[in-house]
């Protein structure tokens, strides 16, 4: 038989799960049983695209946020920079420098960002991808170990 998505590489399904935590756990617990589990698979099926809508995105959103991560990058140059110096203060100002430029340019970044989406996504969110049903597939001559221990896990809670 030809490998498929419901059966990868000839495996057969040993477990099905609502969410993810639950197949980890189920895979964890075969782990914890010496159970060789380089032969199992864990499957999402029936993907989509979760988007969670997190605020309105404005100005001083944008340039804040753009603020702060320039800042961040900057504190990094201005550190590596800042090996280099010859004294303390020659090491403080390179921090700061860099620290600064960081900030406006970021600052700047952001709002050339906002600006070029011509309001056409003025909120944030934060996506994922999810599955309605991960399944946990195993290779067949390992099949029946893995239900017997997967049931012990069920019995178990």
Same mark, same amino acid.
């Given at each position: 038989?030809?490998?498929?998505?419901?059966?990868?590489?000839? +495996?057969?399904?040993?477990?099905?799960?609502?969410?993810?935590?639950? =197949?980890?756990?189920?895979?964890?617990?075969?782990?914890?049983?010496?159970?060789?589990?380089?032969?199992?698979?864990?499957?999402?099926?029936?993907?989509?695209?979760?988007?969670?809508?997190?605020?309105?995105?404005?100005?001083?959103?944008?340039?804040?946020?753009?603020? $702060?991560?320039?800042?961040?990058? +900057?504190?990094?140059? +201005?550190?590596?920079?800042?090996?280099?110096? =010859?004294?303390?203060?020659?090491?403080?100002?390179?921090?700061?420098? +860099?620290?600064?430029?960081?900030?406006?340019?970021?600052?700047?970044?952001? $709002?050339?960002?906002?600006? $070029?989406?011509?309001?056409?996504?003025?909120?944030?969110?934060?996506?994922?991808?999810?599955?309605?049903?991960?399944?946990?597939?195993?290779?067949?001559?390992?099949?029946?170990?893995?239900?017997?221990?997967?049931?012990?896990?069920?019995?178990?809670?």
């Amino acid at each position: 038989m030809p490998a498929s998505v419901s059966m990868p590489l000839g +495996g057969v399904q040993v477990g099905s799960y609502d969410d993810y935590q639950q =197949a980890q756990r189920a895979v964890d617990h075969l782990s914890d049983q010496k159970f060789p589990v380089e032969n199992v698979t864990i499957i999402g099926s029936d993907l989509r695209m979760v988007e969670r809508v997190t605020g309105r995105l404005s100005w001083g959103r944008a340039i804040a946020a753009g603020a $702060a991560s320039g800042a961040w990058f +900057g504190l990094f140059v +201005g550190l590596l920079l800042g090996i280099f110096a =010859a004294d303390g203060s020659d090491w403080f100002g390179s921090v700061f420098t +860099g620290l600064l430029i960081g900030l406006v340019f970021g600052a700047v970044f952001g $709002a050339v960002g906002y600006a $070029a989406s011509q309001g056409k996504r003025d909120f944030t969110s934060t996506s994922k991808v999810v599955a309605s049903r991960y399944d946990v597939m195993c290779a067949p001559q390992f099949a029946e170990q893995a239900r017997a221990e997967l049931a012990r896990l069920s019995l178990r809670g």
